[in-house]
């Protein structure tokens, strides 16, 4: 079984900045994707940005320009840079690994955004 440990949450004002990082308890050797999702109140979690191993990453419409998702394979981290932090953006963010035959989910960190 693999932990996934988040940090980087926390309160800041509208207009700031906020950098995730989600580290796996040992070494993913095959190929998945890693992600960030979020779920606010009263809300449905959903997916923010993911990234494969090659590179490829995918956006949420909300999130395009604003967030920037990358990750080190050789420390099987994922990284979720966030600017332009809106009320709207308050949510616990979840990381999310998948690949053939699993899927694992992190605690979840808060972030509050302020207005």
């Known amino acids: 079984q693999v932990q996934l440990v988040e940090s980087g949450g926390g309160l800041v004002q509208a207009g700031g900045s906020l950098r995730l990082s989600c580290a796996a308890s040992?070494?993913?050797?095959?190929?998945?994707?890693m992600g960030w999702y979020r779920q606010a109140p009263g809300k449905q979690r959903e997916l923010v940005a993911g990234?494969?191993?090659?590179?490829?990453?995918n956006y949420a419409d909300f999130v395009k320009g604003r967030f920037t998702i990358s990750r080190d394979n050789s420390k099987s981290t994922v990284y979720l840079q966030m600017n332009s932090l809106t009320p709207e953006d308050t949510a616990v963010y979840y990381c999310n690994v998948h690949g053939h035959g699993y899927d694992y989910w992190g605690q979840g960190t808060q972030v509050t955004v302020s207005s």
């Open positions: 990234i494969a191993t090659g590179g490829r990453a």
């Open positions: 040992r070494f993913i050797f095959s190929s998945n994707v």
